[in-house]
């Protein structure tokens, strides 16, 4: 097989032994490969210290007949990302965005989402400005992500009884639906809930819970400015256009950020 070349993002690194060690990586060109290489854990080599993710770089390789792994022989660092191996919290959203690509993604078309990795890992030099832009770009990769794998939750209408949502209209998010409900469906299968007796496991709440027994009218509420906001993020190209469309409203704030980041978060968990 002969050697190739491919951009890559290094992902993930695990040691089989004192010296040998896989790396986990999203290449541009043939998505996600296990790679093995001598030297990744060797003290002061070259090559462990620019093989430590998360980074980018320049990486040749010598592929398996299916492309999903190989031998890493040399490697050119484009960029180290600096802000996610300095930040903890940054660090940790980085694991974040991993965790997705591993989760919900195909192996086969895996390489659609490096762009969008690439847009946002390195927008992370703006984060330390402010949560909100940090936030907004955890909002945007997750949107982008669910929007191509088909399953982003449908927020323009209601389940149950297909009515268009109003402008200022509350609505009700359920656990494990793909979308939202109006006010009048989500009490009623809420009290259909409660009559069975599995109220308190069926949802997944937008705020903390103090009580044992959830209040969907308080704790399930999704206001219209999280869904406008979400709709706004899906329809923009790039993270560049939706920091603009975002941040040069005056409706936006960074509590409503905040409020469509966990949204999402929580639809998120409601598919694991």
Known sequence: MRQIKSRAFILEKDAQNRDEGRLFLLSEDFGFMWLTAAGLFRPGAKLAISTEPPILVLAEIL???DFRGGRLTTVTVEKYLEQFKNSYR???WFSFFV?????????SDAQKYFP??????????????????????????????????????ELKDCLGCDSVFSEKESSFY???????????CFRKI?????????????YLSLTPLTEEIPHPE????????????????RKSSD??????????????????????????????????
Do not use: M
């Open 63 to 65: 592929p398996t007949e």
């Open 90 to 92: 940054n660090r940790i």
């Open 99 to 107: 965790y997705l690509l591993k989760n919900f993604t195909g192996e």
């Open 116 to 153: 969008l990795l690439e847009e946002v890992t390195f927008s992370a030099e703006d984060w330390s400005k402010n949560h909100e832009r940090s936030n907004l770009a955890i909002i945007y990769f997750i949107i982008k992500l669910l929007h191509g794998e088909g399953v982003l939750p």
């Open 174 to 184: 359920p656990l494990g639906e793909s979308g939202l409900f109006c006010s009048d």
């Open 190 to 202: 809420n009290a259909e809930l409660v009559s069975r007796g599995n109220f308190s496991f069926e």
């Open 218 to 233: 308080r704790d399930f509420r999704v206001n219209s400015e999280v869904r406008n906001l979400i709709s706004e993020v």
């Open 239 to 272: 993270l560049k256009t939706a920091y603009a469309k975002i941040f040069l409203s005056s409706k936006i704030n960074g509590q409503l950020i905040l409020q469509s980041r966990n949204f999402l978060l929580y639809f998120l968990a409601s598919l694991i």
